[in-house]
Nanobody, 128 residues
Framework: QVQLVESGGGLVQAGGSLRLSCATS????????MGWFRQAPGKEREFVAA???????????HYADSVQGRFTISRDNAKNTVSLQMNSLKPEDTAVYYC??????????????????WGQGTQVTVSS
């Protein structure tokens, strides 16, 4: 069982930055693919970014087109954390952001069916 706890959400003006962090439990963090989804009011959850397990895919990163070039995902296997640096934020980035994880053998968690574990979510609000 993997537990995920997000932090770092908040209110920011358009063009600003926020950094989300996700702390995980368990001793096998490095063998999990990690990622972030978001869900805006009235919309379905959507993939934001993911970072592969080091063992399987060398920690490769993947991004949704909407955040490519503005967001950066990273993982610290020593601290069992994954972070999402969000720059040049736009009002349309407003959503609840969820940390996700799955075992490395399941492939990049880019769709909800591929996600085995979800965090409780953290709110990000970008004002115009």
């Amino acid at each position: 069982q993997v537990q995920l706890v997000e932090s770092g959400g908040g209110l920011v003006q358009a063009g600003g930055s926020l950094r989300l962090s996700c702390a995980t439990s368990g001793r096998t963090f490095s063998s999990y693919n990690m990622g972030w989804f978001r869900q805006a009011p009235g919309k379905e959850r959507e993939f934001v970014a993911a970072v592969a397990a080091i063992r399987r895919s060398g920690g490769s990163t993947h991004y949704a087109d909407s955040v490519q070039g503005r967001f950066t995902i990273s993982r610290d296997n020593a601290k069992n954390t994954v972070s999402l640096q969000m720059n040049s934020l736009k009002p349309e980035d407003t959503a609840v952001y969820y940390c996700v994880a799955n075992p490395s053998s399941r492939g990049i968690p880019s769709t909800p069916p591929r996600v085995d574990y979800w965090g409780q979510g953290t709110q990000v609000t970008v004002s115009s």
